[in-house]
C-alpha cells in the first residue's frame, strides 16, 4: 500500500469491530440499525456534504495527520461506488470475493486533493443516491439481507453487516469533518 501522504500514514485498522459495538469516537452504533434504516440512512448520512464541500477551507488539511474536508468528501463519494459494486455482486453471485479498495491508494491515485469541490457535491448525492436505491431494492423477505459476499481478508458480510459496516464509514467521516454529532 502507498502512503496518502508522507504525513499522514495509512489506515491499517480493521474496523469491522464497529459491527458489535458503538465507536468511541463517533458515536455511532451500527450493529443496532435495522435492515429497512439502511438506506434512508445512507441519505441522511451524505445529505451535510453539500454544505461541508462550501466551506471557504474545504482543502485544507486542519491537522497534519488527517485528510482535508474535500478529501474525505472524495473518500466519501468512491465508498460509496465501491458499496455499490460490493452490494451488487452478493445480490447477483454466491458469496462473491470483492475486488481491493484501498482508500489511501485510491487518495492517490485520484487526486483527492486537486478535486472540484461543486464537481465531488454533484459525484457524491449521485453515488449515495444510486447505493440507496440499490439497498431500497433489496427483498424484504429476510433472505436477500442474509446474502454473503468475502473481503479479500476473508471477513464475510451479510448484504445487512455491509450495509452497517458501510452506515458507521459515512458517520465516522461526517465526524472527522465536523458535521456530527451522529444518532445510529
Do not use: N
Amino acid at each position: 500500500m502507498s502512503e496518502a501522504a508522507p504525513d499522514i500514514p495509512p489506515d491499517t485498522k480493521d474496523w469491522t469491530w464497529t459491527l458489535d459495538r458503538t465507536c468511541q469516537e463517533c458515536g455511532f452504533t451500527a450493529g443496532e440499525v435495522a435492515a429497512e434504516d439502511v438506506p434512508d440512512l445512507i441519505t441522511a448520512l451524505t445529505a451535510p456534504w453539500p454544505e461541508v464541500l462550501r466551506r471557504p477551507d474545504v482543502g485544507v488539511r486542519r491537522r497534519a495527520d488527517r485528510w482535508s474536508d474535500l478529501e474525505y468528501a472524495c473518500h466519501v463519494r468512491d465508498v460509496c461506488r465501491v458499496f455499490t459494486v460490493r452490494l451488487r455482486l452478493m445480490r447477483e453471485q454466491e458469496a462473491p470475493a470483492f475486488p481491493d479498495f484501498g482508500p489511501d491508494d485510491a487518495a492517490l491515485a485520484g487526486r483527492y486533493a486537486e478535486q472540484d469541490p461543486a464537481r465531488v457535491v454533484g459525484e457524491l448525492g449521485a453515488a449515495a443516491a444510486g447505493l440507496a436505491a440499490d439497498y431500497a431494492a433489496v427483498p424484504g423477505d429476510g433472505a436477500g439481507w442474509e446474502r454473503t459476499g468475502l473481503r479479500s481478508d476473508g471477513k464475510e458480510f451479510t448484504v445487512l453487516t455491509l450495509g452497517r459496516y458501510l452506515l458507521h464509514d459515512l458517520a465516522h467521516h461526517l465526524h472527522d469533518v465536523g458535521a456530527g454529532p451522529v444518532e445510529g
